[in-house]
């Protein structure tokens, strides 16, 4: 089937490049030139484990092409997916003004009946906004249907998301673009995923209730992590005692530093604004947002305890900047509140990330020092801060790091380590919702 996919970000690249490895013919647009340049040169522009791999096999065999012309790859496509982005307004709200031009192009390029398919994370109602607006820029003079299948994929694991998703969901009330949907999505079916197949504010409300419910367990168990912080107990223990629980389940119970990225923070604001909409609070949503911002602020309570009250005038080396392992993705990072309030005490920063300096770098070029790996950046520092969950820091040569720290001190928001792998090497050890760890040899 030929396909079309609006915007080559994060969503759109990731389903353009896997829908093409299915077999489809796929046309991404954007009206980024540059954008467009470097994807028809082979160059990415986000990191994504498996995606550059993937983009360069499906345009070198003819299967996935890139432009900024609209019109010709709506009139070709039986499907046009709409994964342009929906940033959050001041006031939480999604910001819809990329979808509306993206539907008024489409009608005003309209040739024929189109399965239209909003693929961006959008609140509801979203669709039918889309389908006035292709209508109206198209004159009424051809049919189409308007579809909701929102994406569920996990940054730094998403190609394989994509092609072992849990369910996939599609919201429409026209059978012919539902038959569209399942030839596009063929190989899972065939696979057994279950499917399913509703209207479409349906589909879009599902989107946010997922997020809206991961979001909520990350804060419960931050919240505990509290809680184990005051009494002594183990969080890791108490989430695997709650996760061996089948009505709960493992996932999304590890404390930390807070949830952040392109996806939780927006969407659950934007469930708060839609239930305001109609008249409603959400209660629960609010309180997770209002626990992440305050788990964010505990840690910085934490690292200030660990050096005795005030990082003023401490070095402090960071490992990981991106909100998650295996991107380089820092939007709602919880490093970026949390360097901020260090750097504001006047704390020194020696950061280092596999991915995301880069992109860290845009918001903090000079107040922070990047370095080249983990021993650079923490050489002559005072302590050791573990901040990402990047598989390469979960197996640091600790007898290498106390000769660099001046301090012994390790603070691991991330809780990678069991505690006695660290003191054993001499090592002072702080984690998050388990009793501290001290050296148990000199």
Partial sequence: MKICVVGTGYVGLVTGACLADFGHHVTGVDKDEKKISDLQNGKIPIFEPGLDELVKRNFKEGRLHFTTELGPAVHDSQAVFIAVGTPP?????????????????????????????TKSTVPTGTGQMVENTVRE?????????????????????????????????????????????????APLKRAKV?????????????????NGFLATKISFINEMAALC???????EMVARG????????????????????SCFPKDTRAVSQIAQERGLQFHIIDAVLDVNRITQQRMVVK????????????????????????????????????????????????????????????DFEHEIGYHSDEYDAAD????????????????????????????????????LYDPNDVTQHGMRYVSVGRPEGRPTEA
Avoid: C
């Avoid at 998703?165 to 026209?174: H, L, Y």
């Avoid at 490992?319 to 360097?339: C, H, M, Q, W, Y």
């Avoid at 002559?380 to 197996?395: E, K, M, P, S, Y």
């Avoid at 640091?396 to 660099?404: A, G, H, T």
């Fill in 89 to 117: 307004l001041p006031d939480g709200r999604a910001d819809l003004k990329f979808i509306r031009q993206v539907a008024e192009s489409i009608g005003q390029h309209l040739n024929g009946y189109k399965a239209i398919i």
């Fill in 137 to 185: 820029n198209s004159g009424g003079q051809h049919d189409f249907a308007v579809v909701s299948n929102p994406e569920f994929l996990r940054e730094g694991s998403a190609i394989e998301d994509f092609r072992y998703p849990d369910r996939v969901v599609i919201g429409s009330r026209d059978p012919k673009a539902i038959d569209i949907m399942h030839q596009i999505y």
């Fill in 194 to 210: 279950a499917f399913i197949d509703t209207d479409v504010e349906t589909a879009e409300m599902i989107k946010y209730a997922s």
């Fill in 229 to 235: 912080d005051a009494y002594g107990a183990d969080v």
């Fill in 242 to 261: 709650m996760g061996l629980d089948d009505r709960i389940g493992p996932r999304f119970l590890h404390p930390g530093p807070g949830f952040g990225g």
């Fill in 303 to 362: 690292i200030r305890e660990a050096l005795g009250g005030s990082v003023s005038g401490k070095t402090i080396a960071v490992l990981g900047l991106a909100f998650k392992a295996n991107t380089d993705d820092v939007r709602e990072t919880p490093s970026l509140p949390i360097l901020t309030a260090l750097v504001n005490e006047g704390a020194e920063i020696r950061a280092y990330d596999p991915e995301a300096m880069h992109e860290f770098k845009k």
């Fill in 380 to 415: 002559g520092a005072d302590v050791l801060l573990i901040l990402t969950d990047w598989n390469q820091f979960r197996a640091l040569d600790f007898k290498r790091m106390k000769s660099l720290l001046t301090q012994n001190l390790v603070i691991d928001l991330r809780n």
